[in-house]
């Protein structure tokens, strides 16, 4: 059964960091591509970054983070990792990790993807 936990949310000001952590089961996720996506209150879910399969394998980003934010993955704990620096109140959202099983669309679009975490809630305050 394919499960993520989410863990590493709070509450921060403006300015600060956050490492967001999603632990992976049930499948190896060396060999998916996996990614962040994230959802505002009363909005809906917003692509944030994926990562390619693989080791070293592509990495792209929305570009409202691109320079900010950093997604990684430890394919040895089965783990995957965001890192978000100069945080803004417009970050503010719950976020969920996903597996992108499907290829029969863009990498940005929900549907591609088959799995999800229950998300982590970031707050940001000004």
């Known amino acids: 059964q394919v499960q993520f936990v989410e863990s590493g949310g709070g509450l921060v000001q403006a300015g600060g960091t956050l490492q967001l952590s999603c632990a992976a089961s049930?499948?190896?996720?060396?060999?998916?591509?996996v990614g962040w996506f994230r959802q505002a209150p009363g909005k809906g879910l917003e692509f944030v970054v994926v990562?390619?399969?693989?080791?070293?394998?592509?990495?792209y980003y929305a570009d409202s983070v691109k320079g900010r934010f950093t997604g990684s993955r430890d394919n040895a704990k089965n783990t995957m990792y965001l890192q978000m620096n100069s945080l803004k109140p417009e970050d503010t959202a719950l976020y969920l990790c996903?597996?992108?099983?499907?290829?029969?669309?863009?990498?940005?679009?929900?549907?591609?993807?088959?799995?999800w975490g229950q998300g982590t809630q970031v707050t940001v305050s000004s």
């Open positions: 049930g499948f190896t996720l060396e060999n998916y591509a």
């Open positions: 996903a597996r992108r099983g499907r290829y029969s669309g863009s990498r940005y679009n929900t549907d591609q993807y088959d799995s």
């Open positions: 990562i390619d399969a693989g080791t070293g394998g592509s990495i």
